[in-house]
């Protein structure tokens, strides 16, 4: 039961990456899910999330250049970045609420990704 974020690298300014999270194990569905980050020397701050109904939020410092998106039929979320700054720079982890199946029964559990490293720099 896990999350794998992926995506991440080295862009320039002004560029753009595309961060997914791919849920597997024993997940059946995905609930509310999000994207949080942690740069280095600061707290793990909120990025963006999103409920099971589409609704979204973001944190000021990305709106207007963060997208997140989710495909529940292939348990997936994405985070599209883009007009990245060198502030930008951190781990980001995929976050959520999900269901797994735990000896038949539906089981509503928190889990955290492993980060995917994005720096930006020219």
């Known amino acids: 039961v896990q999350l794998q974020a992926s995506g991440g690298g080295l862009v320039q300014p002004g560029g753009s990456l595309r961060l997914s999270c791919a849920a597997s194990?024993?997940?059946?569905?995905?609930?509310?899910m999000g994207w949080s980050r942690q740069a280095p020397g600061k707290e793990r701050e909120l990025v963006a999330d999103?409920?099971?109904?589409?609704?979204?939020n973001y944190a000021d410092s990305v709106k207007g250049r963060f997208t997140i998106s989710r495909d529940d039929a292939k348990k997936m979320v994405y985070l599209q970045m883009n007009s990245l700054k060198p502030e930008d720079t951190a781990v980001y982890y995929c976050?959520?609420?999900?269901?797994?199946?735990?000896?038949?029964?539906?089981?509503?559990?928190?889990?955290w990704g492993q980060g995917t490293q994005v720096t930006v720099s020219s």
């Open positions: 976050y959520g609420d999900v269901y797994i199946l735990r000896e038949g029964r539906l089981v509503e559990i928190d889990l």
């Open positions: 194990g024993s997940i059946v569905s995905l609930l509310d």
């Open positions: 999103i409920t099971t109904g589409g609704r979204t």
